[in-house]
């Protein structure tokens, strides 16, 4: 027979197996990847920075005191990595640049605000130091180190030329990166974007992706260190309609997918605004933020003996075409739908005929690609820009019309492919004061994802 101590002992046990259980599985599950709606996040990814056409690109940091921080800068053609920086804050200072041209007409980054940046080259400066970028255009990723720069070792660091040194050779920090650091109570920070043009008197300004219980620890490593990076993110996600959803590959880099993709991408909805009278044109731009990381697209083609990964708005590739996709696409269901002003084109309401077949060439071959409509000139890109793709006939409007695509779905995928940006249409009133003054207008609108 148990005796009463024993019942008790019993009961004690099984709670304390439950309370160890219930604590674990709510650690385990405070680390899934979300995305955060308010852009406060361990990590920021900013879709679309340009140099080019006459825009610059204002980053802005919002930071908390003291952090340390990892910018990776990666290339609109295949998002591989052209460039990194490691960013040491003072307490009470956020941190900007401008990603311009200089004299040259070379892409860098120009430091506006920040103690500290050191690149992957170990050049190293603070306020109106410019850095060679690699890149035009492209996308930008933002980390937040779990650790920063303790107040004893900050009072024997005068500069950032004293931060730099302790990643020489004979440095502090290239035999022990935690040394003289400290834990950082500020594990988020907000970010923004503001494209420029100050010939054309334009500007518009987007708030970066965040990413949220990205991971327990984003370690404190050299500027030209491959970690952090979204690979390194737990392989567990959140998003409204999972919860604590492990990908079935076990990889970080699936669980940031799902959390981009909201679960899984079914569309993309914007507006598109053309209006010869007042000069009023758009562009879409369309970023792949998991480019250079995993092939998410639906096919493949060879282009002068390179392959790329792609996909178009819903229309097959042309197989009589010299450059032939390696998958074949017939049970392709994507689509492009339109409508505006009463009318309607695409979708299964309608009665226009199937678009035709497309050249690879005109399909979403790059990390980052820029869409104009209609034979109207783009605004970000120039004319023979790789990343730029042309549209004809998809518009329900002359005018204006509001667009859905339908990305094209190739077998099942567990795992949509991340497709995120935005459209920026701008009008063009002429002048004010008798010529002195643009009443020039852009308007920048994310892209609604169902």
Known sequence: MVSWKEVIVMQYGVRIQFLAIFLWLTSFSSLAVELDQSGMGQVLIFPFFTTDNGWDTYINLTLGEGQVLKVRVKSSEDGSEVNSFSIYSSPSENWGAAITQDASGQPVLRIAEGTCTISDQMEFGGVGTDFPLGAGVGSLEVYVVSSRISSVTAESIMDCGGIAARWDAQGEWADDPTAGMGPSPHSALFGEASLVNVQQGLA??????????????????????????????????????????????????????????????????????????????????????????????????????????????????????????????????????????????????????????????????????????????????????????????????????????????????????????????????????GGNVLANYAILRPHVRQ
């Open 204 to 433: 518009s300004t987007y708030t970066a992706l965040s990413l949220r219980k990205f991971a327990d620890n984003v370690p404190h490593t050299s500027p030209a260190d491959m970690s952090p990076n979204l690979a390194d993110a737990e392989p567990i996600v959140d998003t409204p309609s999972l919860d604590g959803f492990v990908p079935h590959s076990g990889e970080g880099i699936d669980a940031v997918a799902i959390a981009l993709g909201l679960g899984g991408l079914s569309t993309v909805t914007n507006q598109v605004v053309n209006l010869p009278d007042i000069q009023a044109s758009t562009d879409w731009v369309l970023s792949y933020p998991l480019a250079g990381y995993k092939n998410y697209k639906p096919y493949t083609v060879v282009v002068e003996g390179g392959q790329l990964n792609c996909e178009t708005f819903g229309l097959l590739a042309n197989s009589e075409s010299e450059l032939v996709a390696e998958a074949q696409l017939d049970e392709a269901q994507g689509a492009l739908e339109s409508w505006g002003f009463g009318t309607r084109k695409g979708g299964e309401t309608s009665t226009l005929d199937p678009p035709p077949l497309i050249d690879v060439e005109l399909a979403l071959c790059s990390a980052v690609n820029v869409v104009s409509f209609d034979g109207v000139p783009s605004i970000l890109a120039e004319e023979n820009a790789s990343y730029l793709t042309q549209l004809y006939d998809v518009l329900a409007n002359e005018s204006s019309s509001t667009l859905k695509w339908r990305p094209v779905e190739v077998g099942r995928q567990d795992i949509k492919r991340p497709v995120v940006g935005f459209r920026l249409t701008t009008f063009a009133n002429g002048t004010l004061n």
